[in-house]
């Protein structure tokens, strides 16, 4: 199983940038797919999921309106579009895949409840 992330970087206030989790080892449609992130001396936080039960998404308060998450089945390949992005949006962001179900109603945004990580792809955002 991999997840390798790509995509992060340095970039000014306002700017954007489009992370890219290219998956292999496992069956892409069964595996809800998180986006992480994690800033200095802070906890590791959900940013947003898309949901292998019924395909919903979910945004952390913090990004909503300013990040999407999207997938590319054939490339088994899941993005996070960041936009409009801010300086305390400055982490490391990793891409994992959960085996739990997921959906609007359940969904999955726990570290513990995630199975495979990626190694992480260093986004800064300079004010």
């Known amino acids: 199983v991999q997840l390798v992330e790509s995509g992060g970087g340095l970039v000014q206030t306002g700017g954007s940038l489009r992370l890219s989790c290219a998956t292999s080892?496992?069956?892409?449609?069964?595996?809800?797919i998180g986006w992480f992130r994690q800033a200095p001396g802070k906890e590791r936080e959900a940013v947003s999921v898309?949901?292998?039960?019924?395909?919903?998404?979910y945004y952390a308060d913090s990004v909503k309106g300013r990040f999407t998450i999207s997938s590319e089945k054939a490339k088994k390949t899941v993005y996070l579009q960041m936009n409009s992005l801010k300086p305390e949006d400055t982490a490391i962001y990793y891409c994992?895949?959960?085996?739990?179900?997921?959906?609007?109603?359940?969904?999955?945004?726990?570290?513990?409840?995630?199975?495979?990580w990626g190694q992480g792809t260093q986004v800064t955002v300079s004010s």
């Open positions: 898309l949901s292998s039960g019924d395909g919903s998404t």
């Open positions: 994992a895949a959960s085996g739990y179900y997921s959906s609007s109603y359940f969904v999955r945004t726990r570290e513990s409840e995630y199975d495979y």
């Open positions: 080892g496992f069956s892409f449609d069964d595996f809800t």
